[in-house]
């Protein structure tokens, strides 16, 4: 009803660009496409289609193969295919309780991928940096023929300022200003952009890409572990907010006769399903970190009281903050990250119950609560996506300035 | 860094209608505009407004005038502006205690307005649209001269279907799943679009669009009466969510100690700031609606300790309640309207001081709280706008299919 601010004028010489990513960027998510779906997805015209589907195969982009179509009559559609090998990017993660990394093809297939513990103590940025150099190290060595990435994306447990990659605050890393982004730019020498973001925001866009979530506009994302983290889509883009600190619904004002918050603040929707606030409740050892949790919830699957109720506690305070998102929001999906996750199973009717209690009744009926289906790695893969987006967003950076240019990758 | 779902491709054929959009709704927004103000707000280049801006004289959209320049050296540049008064929207308001009209040219121009009080009591359809035909017909006899609106925009205190215009809820009119927009389109019989929405959501496009929080991308708007609404604007665009029921502030959960709710729910926002709330902590009667909040705010004005605590307590919790939403959405404006705008200077230090002890840092040092600079009448220009909306999105359908030809407008 509403147009959108962005639907600006165009300059005629920015649609071929603007055309080529719509078809790269449906390629990147859905896979090998006919020429017809192509039409149908990005709404171009077939001739249109036709002229820029030869200049991806000019610039080595993309091929054009016959597919089979066993059982169907007519001449099978030739499938449009991205040359997925020829562009890779870096994805690293600084997560609380372990660091990971990942070199993910354009298309979205994962080459490589690793993850090892980290103490959950605060760390200087140098360690960090010097731990997750030695991941990438280790990781392009498994692969040498790969090519250099064409962009690291990072996904950080903490509120980052999108536009220079600085931890403006890492309560789990001590963290205050930290530049990050930079320091690790430095320490890699890729000669690739790094663009760092916050795991939960990253998250949600991996699973609003590749997840529980795909398909849908409005997306919540809750991502809980020490702290809870989230990620909002609305209409179809993350909400960043003025300064890309949007989605701290961890700390929404929800008890006014609660506990203290990490934040400073009282009574933070934190404070209530948080991983302490949950041990609390189980009587489980408060420092415990994920190997409590994994005890408990284990414990739970054995019908042992203390942690069913611990859960289901958890849930209805879950349910109630989720409530007022689906007032605020009005969301199809809402998908359950780290480890409400890992516990769907023993909080998902507490956490229905009170939405149905709690939320508008023309809101609620069109949202559905969904677990994270790609785990852990949802903020590693949402890293990747980050590291792809320049490239999705302006494909001829890469295929030189007409066409046919050969790609202008640096081959390492 | 994320980049919008929307920036799918373009057909080159739609990109002159897109330019054309772009250029009226600037000239819209901001008045008369210089051809090198045009390029610079559009992005357009300085031949391509040549051009559009050519089409648009030839249809009788703009003019073209030299603008007198005091004081500066050359020649003047010409001003582009819209040929207002050729084109006009109806506005209408169903507010909780009053009915509204008003007849607005595009550009903004306001051209007749009235409102008229309606008792606080539920309504049938029959009534309320009778009522309306009937200021809509006053208006229009007032100025008989004027073309017949090219739409008609209502706004309403309750959640609408925004595609086909249903009240799914209006609790003050003891509405539920009523045809408001089709039983309006056929008794005002005026062959134009009948679009109908939220009033809090259109309060909020009139303040971001001509009023408080013009120049910000990320607003909250606070409506608060006998309810409390809300809408959002995220990344300059309004949210609207799955089915067009986001922006339901009023109903988060805030107090899971509090009072029950009208919605069926407990512990709402509404439940603690909005008008019953006020006048219960003040010792007010209850059911003394508007009039009773005006000798509130005037008692408080005077310095009588019961006002001026009540409205400093309604001014904390509102401040807990923005200090969420500042959380997950890091908006740059925070607009109150209603009797918060009325009430502002008495609520706004605690709301302030709230923020401060409970949003994170990083979102809140960016944020500012302002009264509605538009009033009571921010929900019927909002409605004006949403009205327009189809012109401004799609000018080419006035213009005639190619170039220059007569505006196909009706006249009255």
């Not at 991928?113 to 103490?119: N, T």
């Not at 200087?124 to 962009?151: E, F, M």
């Not at 990253?202 to 890409?209: H, I, K, P, S």
């Amino acid at each position: 009803m509403f147009t959108p601010r962005e639907e600006v004028g165009q300059r005629s010489e920015t649609v071929r660009r603007a055309n080529l990513s719509a078809i790269v960027r449906e390629l990147h998510l859905r896979g090998p496409l006919s020429r017809s779906e192509l039409v149908a997805w990005t709404g171009l015209t077939r001739s249109a289609i036709r002229s820029l589907v030869g200049d991806l195969v000019a610039g080595d982009f993309v091929v054009e193969e016959a597919a089979l179509r066993l059982g169907t009559p007519g001449r099978p559609s030739p499938q449009v295919r991205l040359v997925a090998d020829s562009v890779v990017v870096l994805a690293l993660e600084i997560a609380v309780d372990s660091l990971a990394v990942a070199i993910v093809g354009l298309g979205g297939e994962v080459h490589w991928k690793e993850r090892v513990d980290r103490p959950r103590a605060h760390s200087s940025l140098g360690d960090i940096v010097d731990d997750l150099c030695h991941l990438a190290k280790r990781a392009r060595d498994q692969r040498p023929s790969y090519q250099t990435p064409i962009g690291v994306g990072v996904a950080v447990a903490g509120l980052v300022r999108p536009i220079d990659g600085v931890v403006a605050a890492g309560p789990n890393l001590g963290w205050i200003d930290v530049p990050l982004g930079a320091h690790l730019a430095a320490a890699l020498d890729l000669g690739a952009p790094v663009e760092v973001a916050n795991e939960a925001d990253l998250g949600a866009l991996a699973e609003f890409r590749r997840g529980a979530a795909r398909g849908a506009e409005d997306v919540v994302y809750v991502h809980g572990e020490v702290g809870v983290g989230g990620g909002i889509i609305v209409g179809g883009r993350p909400l960043s907010g003025t300064n890309g600190f949007g989605g701290e619904i961890g700390h929404m004002p929800i008890n006014p006769a609660g506990r203290p918050c990490r934040c400073g603040s009282t009574g933070c929707w934190e404070t209530e399903i948080g991983e302490v606030a949950l041990l609390a409740r189980a009587g489980y050892p408060l420092d415990g970190g994920r190997m409590a949790v994994a005890a408990l919830i284990a414990d739970a699957a054995e019908g042992r009281p203390e942690a069913v109720e611990a859960l289901r506690v958890t849930g209805r305070w879950l349910g109630v903050g989720l409530a007022g998102l689906v007032n605020v929001l009005n969301p199809r999906v809402i998908v359950l990250g780290g480890l409400f996750s890992r516990a769907f199973p023993y909080l998902i009717d507490d956490v229905n119950a009170e939405i149905s209690a709690l939320a508008l009744v023309a809101s609620r009926r069109v949202v559905s609560v969904a677990p994270a289906s790609l785990g852990i790695d949802a903020p590693l893969l949402g890293a990747a996506e980050l590291a792809f987006e320049p490239l999705l967003a302006d494909p001829v950076a890469w295929l030189g300035p007409r066409t046919g240019a050969v790609p202008q990758l640096v081959v390492a």
